[in-house]
Every structure is written in C-alpha cells, then in structure tokens.
C-alpha cells in the first residue's frame, strides 16, 4: 500500500471549513484514498473514502487530485467536536482490509 | 449499542503476568481486527479474522501474544508474560466483507494495558 504525508497539526475556528491535506504521491491505479479520524480515547471512526472522483457524505468531503497524488478532506463547518486525530490511508482495493494508519493531522477547533 | 466492545477497557498488570482481552464485534461482521496503538502514533496492525480462520499476522505479534476467534463470533488477544514495552492500547475492529473492494471498520473503544 502507498505511503501518506499529512502535516502533523492544524487549528481551525469553529464554523469555518477546516481543509486537511494528504499527500499520496505513489498511489497506484487501484488504490483507494481513506480518511478516518480518532477522537481523543475513543477508536478511530470512518469518515468517507474514495478513489479519483470527489466524494461528500453528511461528514465531509474528499477531493482528490485529477493525478490522484495528493487529496484533501474538507469539513464544512467544523465544531469543537471535529478536535480529533484525522488519518490518510492509502488501501488496494483487493486487499483484505489491513489499514496502515500513519501518524495523522491532530486538528484543534478553537471557539 | 450495537457497536463492537471490548472488556476490560483498563488493565493494569505486572511484568511476567499474563492478560486477556476480550472483542465483541458487530453481530453477523465476519472481519475482526486487532490493532495496536501506543502513545503519539496511529493503530498497527497485529491480526485478521475472517469468521474464526485467523488469515494474517503482523511480525509484531511475537510468539507471547495469541489471539482466536472461536465459532467466528467474539475474539480474545491474550499476552503471556507481559513486558513493559506492551504497554499500549489494544483497538478491535470489525467489517462485513461481502466481495466488494470496500469495507468500513468499526472500531471499539479499546483495552488500555499497563504493564509495571
């Protein structure tokens, strides 16, 4: 599976879109692009997942790069519940569903 | 809740001792996982199920740790003589796989371990 890049942190102020950057240079044809965040002593949680079109569902949305390098996810209006750890997770689509999280985005919304 | 358990969600043991996690993932899931998560980093795969067939292993599971999932429904991860460096948060996982190249995981909230 491809290897991500994500900045290790960023704030964000309640209300306004937070836009979470994930590099994924090696990424191969059928590789999917995942994001899940963890909130602080819980297990991670799926957010939304895609593969070169741009996704959106009531969590957020994923756009991705038309070279499918690099993608980012958008939180429309972040609350102070979006504090979490935010993951990019590179996956085949064959693969029997290992993730290999990285080290993640902690991301802090501030009021 | 229908979501996956885990029991105990703390336990404190002493080095040498041996422990034993339990998962109870979502009903009629057949994937579970096991992940491992240390302070700072994100979960590490250890193992797979698919019903009760154990299918993967990381080479982070030493030959200390054994883990089952008897008659494809609940899991447990037992560590024999316990170290200070398994000292971590234990994550199960489970997914329905139906052939698709998709498959969300649900995460429980974990066993915290603390080895002295």
């Known amino acids: 599976d491809a290897k991500t890049t994500q900045p290790t942190s960023m704030d964000c102020a309640e209300g306004r879109a937070a836009n979470l950057p994930c590099n994924h240079s090696t990424i191969s044809g059928n590789e999917y692009v995942y994001w899940y965040r963890q909130i602080h002593s819980q297990g991670p949680q799926y957010i939304i997942h895609g593969l070169k079109n741009n996704e959106t569902n009531e969590m957020a949305s994923l756009i991705i790069t038309e070279d499918r390098k690099s993608s980012t996810l958008i939180l429309p209006h972040a609350t102070l519940r979006d504090t979490a750890v935010y993951y990019c997770i590179v996956r085949l689509t064959d693969s029997w569903g290992k993730l290999q999280f990285g080290a993640g985005t902690q991301v802090v919304v501030t009021p | 809740d229908t979501g996956v358990s885990q029991n105990p969600r703390h336990k404190i043991t002493k080095r040498g001792q041996n422990v034993t996690f339990r998962c109870d993932p979502i009903?009629?899931?057949?994937?579970l996982y096991w992940y491992r998560q240390t302070l700072g980093q994100g979960p590490e795969f250890l193992t797979y199920f698919q019903n009760e067939a154990q299918l993967e292993k990381s080479r982070l599971l030493s030959d200390r740790f054994s883990a089952e999932r008897p008659k494809g429904s609940f899991s447990t991860l037992e560590i024999q003589r316990t170290e200070q460096g398994d000292s971590a948060m234990y994550l199960c996982?489970?997914?329905?796989?139906?052939?698709?190249?998709?498959?969300?995981?649900?995460f429980g909230p974990g066993t915290r371990l603390t080895v002295l």
């Open positions: 009903s009629e899931h057949n994937r």
């Open positions: 996982a489970s997914s329905l796989h139906s052939g698709g190249p998709y498959n969300e995981q649900f």
